[in-house]
C-alpha cells in the first residue's frame, strides 16, 4: 500500500475498520447462536405444551365417551323396562278398546250430564202441537155445524108434522103439547133407526164374513147388547149362507174386492169384522178360514192400490185377533177348548183387553206420558204387546192366527205403509188429550201451574208419544216378520225425523236387539 502512495493513516483507519467488521461478525455470529437457541427451547417447550394439551384432552375426551357411554346403557336399561310396562298398558288398552260401546258411552254420559231443559229440540214437537191445535178446531166448528144443521132439520120436521114416532101412536098425539116431550119422543125413535150397528148388520159384507165364524155363544150375545145398544135382528138375519165351500169363497172374496175399492167399502170391511171381535174370534173350519184370508189379501191389495194407511192398521190389528184351532188341539183338547169357549171373555179377545188396557192406562191423560220415564214408558209398552204379552212368544202352538197367513202380504215390507202408520198413530194419540191453548201460547221456563203445561212438557209429552208408539210398531214390524236391517233403518229415520233424544234412541236400539234375539 504504501509503494502505491496511500498515506499509513488511512491504512490504519482501514485496519481500524475491518477489526472492528470483524468483531462485529463475531457477536453477529453468537447472537444468532443465541437465537437459534431459544428458538428451539422454545420449539420444545411448545411441543411439550402441546403434548401435555393433547394428553389432557384425551384423557377428558375418554372421561365424557365413559360417561355418555354409561349413560346411554343407563338410557337403554330405563326405555326397555319403561316399553315392556307400555306393552302391558297396550295389552290391556286394547282389550278395554275391544270391550267398548259406542251407543252405552255416549248414553252414559248423556245420562250424567244430561239437562231437562235442552234434552229435547222442540221444532218438530211444535209443529206436531201446532197440527193438533188446527185439527181439533176444524173438528170442533164441523161438529157445530153439523149439530146445528141437525137440530134446524128436526125443528123443520116437528113444525111440518112430517116426523113422528113409529113406535106409538100417542106420541103424535102428545107432540102439540109438549116440545120437551115431542123431542124425547123423537130421539127416543130415532136412535134405534139410526143406530151404526143396526145398520151394519143388514150390510150383505157384515152377512158374508158373519158366516165363516163359529156361533156366537149366549155371554158374547149379551155383550154385544149392552155395548151395542140393543142390537135388533137384521133384515136378512146373522145365519150362515148355506152355499157350497168353493161358490162361498168365490162370491165373498169377489164381494170384498169389489167393495173395497172405495174407501167407505174398505172402511165397512174394517168395522164389520170389528164388530165380529166382540161377538165370537174362533173361524168355524179351515175353508172358512182359507176364505177369510182371502178376503183380508184382496183387502190389503185395495189398501195397497189406494194408500189406505188408516184402514190397513186397523186391519194389522184385527189379525191378531180372529184364529182357527190346529188339529192337535183339537184331539187333545177338546174338553179344554169348549170350556174355554163356553166362557169367553166379554170383548171375544184376550188382546182387545190387553189393548183397551194399554190405551185406557197409557193414554188417559197427558200425565201418563209426562211423568213416566222412557224406561218406564218402553217397559209398558213391551208388557202389553200381544207379541210378548198374554202368551205371544208361542201362542201359535194350538192355534192359527189369521196374522200368520196375512203377514205373507207385500205390504208389511213397505217402509212407507209403516212411516204413514206411525204419523196416523201418533196424530190419534194427540187427539185422545186435548191441547187447552196453541203451543204458542203456553208459558215457557216455569213448572206448570193452575192445570196449564208449560211449553218444554209439551213437548216432552208429544216426543213421548212417539216414542212409545214407535217402540210399539217395532214389535210390530217383529210380528209381520220385517228385516231387522228395515226396522232399524225405520227406528233411526223416524227418530231423526222427529228429533227424539239420545236417550229414546238407545233405549228404543236397545230393546229391539234385545227382543229380537229373545224371539230367534
Request: aromatic share 6%; proline share 5%; charged share 25%.
Amino acid at each position: 500500500m504504501q509503494g502505491i502512495g496511500v498515506p499509513e493513516f488511512e491504512l490504519q483507519r482501514l485496519a481500524a475498520r475491518v477489526a472492528r467488521c470483524e468483531e462485529e461478525q463475531a457477536q453477529a455470529v453468537m447472537a444468532r447462536a443465541r437465537a437459534k437457541t431459544t428458538l428451539y427451547n422454545r420449539i420444545i417447550a411448545r411441543d411439550e405444551m402441546t403434548m401435555a394439551v393433547s394428553v389432557a384432552y384425551q384423557k377428558a375426551e375418554e372421561e365424557r365417551l365413559d360417561q355418555l357411554n354409561a349413560s346411554l346403557h343407563r338410557f337403554l336399561h330405563v326405555e326397555k323396562e319403561r316399553l315392556q310396562v307400555s306393552q302391558q298398558m297396550l295389552a290391556s288398552l286394547e282389550t278395554h278398546v275391544q270391550s267398548l260401546s259406542r251407543a252405552e258411552d255416549i248414553q252414559l254420559l248423556i245420562h250424567n250430564q244430561r239437562d231437562p231443559d235442552n234434552m229435547h229440540f222442540q221444532g218438530k214437537a211444535l209443529a206436531l202441537l201446532d197440527w193438533q191445535w188446527n185439527k181439533t178446531q176444524g173438528d170442533r166448528g164441523a161438529t157445530i155445524r153439523r149439530q146445528s144443521l141437525s137440530l134446524l132439520e128436526r125443528r123443520s120436521s116437528i113444525e111440518d108434522g112430517s116426523f113422528a114416532s113409529p113406535t106409538s101412536s100417542s106420541a103424535s098425539t102428545t107432540t102439540s103439547s109438549s116440545p120437551r116431550r115431542i123431542n124425547a119422543a123423537v130421539m127416543a125413535s130415532v136412535a134405534p133407526l139410526d143406530s151404526p150397528h143396526t145398520v151394519l148388520t143388514q150390510t150383505p159384507m157384515s152377512a158374508a164374513l158373519h158366516q165363516f165364524f163359529a156361533e156366537d155363544e149366549a155371554p158374547g150375545a149379551s155383550f154385544s147388547e149392552e155395548r151395542d145398544e140393543e142390537l135388533p135382528p137384521p133384515a136378512n138375519g146373522d145365519e150362515p149362507v148355506q152355499v157350497s165351500s168353493s161358490q162361498a169363497k168365490t162370491s165373498t172374496e169377489t164381494l170384498v174386492r169389489e167393495t173395497c175399492k172405495t174407501a167407505g167399502g174398505r172402511a165397512l170391511f174394517v168395522k164389520c169384522l170389528n164388530r165380529q171381535r166382540s161377538l165370537e174370534t174362533k173361524v168355524k173350519d179351515q175353508a172358512s178360514f182359507e176364505t177369510l184370508v182371502a178376503c183380508f189379501n184382496a183387502f190389503l191389495d185395495e189398501c195397497v192400490r189406494e194408500d189406505d194407511i188408516k184402514a190397513a192398521k186397523t186391519a194389522m190389528i184385527l189379525a191378531e185377533t180372529f184364529y182357527y184351532p190346529k188339529t192337535q188341539e183339537i184331539r187333545s183338547g177338546s174338553s179344554d177348548s169348549k170350556q174355554e169357549h163356553g166362557n169367553p171373555p166379554r170383548n171375544g179377545c184376550s188382546h182387545t183387553k190387553d189393548e183397551t188396557r194399554r190405551r185406557s192406562s197409557l193414554c188417559a191423560d197427558c200425565r201418563d206420558y209426562t211423568e213416566r220415564t222412557s224406561e218406564e214408558l218402553l217397559q209398558y209398552v213391551d208388557e202389553t204387546h200381544p207379541l210378548l204379552h198374554g202368551g205371544g212368544i208361542g201362542r201359535g202352538a194350538t192355534r192359527t192366527y189369521l196374522q200368520e197367513e196375512v203377514k205373507k202380504h207385500a205390504i208389511w215390507k213397505t217402509p212407507s205403509f209403516w212411516e204413514k202408520a206411525l204419523l196416523l198413530a201418533i196424530g190419534e194419540e194427540l187427539q185422545r188429550t186435548p191441547q187447552p191453548c196453541p203451543w204458542e201460547e203456553l208459558p215457557s221456563g216455569v213448572p206448570k201451574h193452575d192445570g196449564l203445561p208449560s211449553r218444554e212438557e209439551a213437548v216432552c209429552r208429544v216426543h213421548n208419544i212417539v216414542f212409545g208408539q214407535l217402540g210399539s210398531f217395532t214389535l210390530s214390524m217383529l210380528e209381520f216378520e220385517v228385516p231387522l236391517t228395515q226396522i232399524e233403518s225405520f227406528v233411526e229415520t223416524m227418530c231423526d225425523a222427529h228429533e227424539l233424544t239420545e236417550d229414546q234412541r238407545f233405549l228404543l236400539r236397545k230393546n229391539l236387539q234385545e227382543i229380537f234375539a229373545t224371539l230367534r
